[in-house]
């Protein structure tokens, strides 16, 4: 029996040439990731996650809150978090090359994209020195949240954000996300 053991490596090239069917396609390290639109409950926990960031974001001057169809490039790689914390361009508006890094990504997890979360895009944002991750597990009402150096946390009560430049934290509890 054979088995095939190359996969394809793509190109950010060959992921823009694709058809805008509704499906997010992300390209990470070579490999490609469809994602079908998201359902009501992964939309309802980031609608509530962005109403508690946004006015925390502005008032203490951190950038602004993105959504899906902003995108993170790294190392030939381009991922569509759910939800990033960044400074808006200064620059050329038009190269995702140049978007400022992001201080906080949020991935909500689905049954389609809990393994990448955990795994692939993880282990992205933290070669691309991302300094906050929230994984949100809406099985578990639960988010894990990855800060390096320190070890993974899960939380389920209450999270806090003090991210640099902060004059004071962000205070969540993460059972709001989940009501």
């Known amino acids: 029996m054979h088995v095939a053991t190359n996969t394809k490596v793509w190109t950010l090239e060959e992921v823009h040439s694709l058809p805008d069917d509704g499906n997010k396609y992300e390209l990470v390290r070579g490999e490609l990731f469809v994602t079908p639109p998201p359902g009501g409950t992964h939309e309802t926990i980031l609608a509530r996650l962005s109403r508690i960031l946004a006015p925390y974001v502005e008032s203490q001057s951190l950038g602004l809150v ?54 692939q895009k993880q282990r992205l944002y933290m070669d691309a020195m991302i300094p906050e991750y929230w994984m949100v597990d809406p099985e578990r009402c639960a988010v894990t949240i990855v800060r390096p150096p320190a070890t993974d946390r899960t939380v389920t009560d209450d999270l806090t954000w003090s991210p640099p430049g ?4 962000l205070e969540i509890r993460v059972a709001d996300l989940f009501v």
Do not use: C, K, Y
């Open 66 to 119: 993105f959504h899906p169809r902003s995108v993170m490039r790294f190392g030939g790689s381009e991922v569509e978090p759910d939800l990033m914390v960044r400074q808006p361009w200064t620059g050329d508006e038009r190269s995702w090359d140049n978007a400022p890094s992001p201080i906080l990504i949020v991935e909500v997890f689905s049954a389609s994209t809990r393994r990448r979360d955990q795994d």
């Open 166 to 169: 902060s004059s004071a934290p």
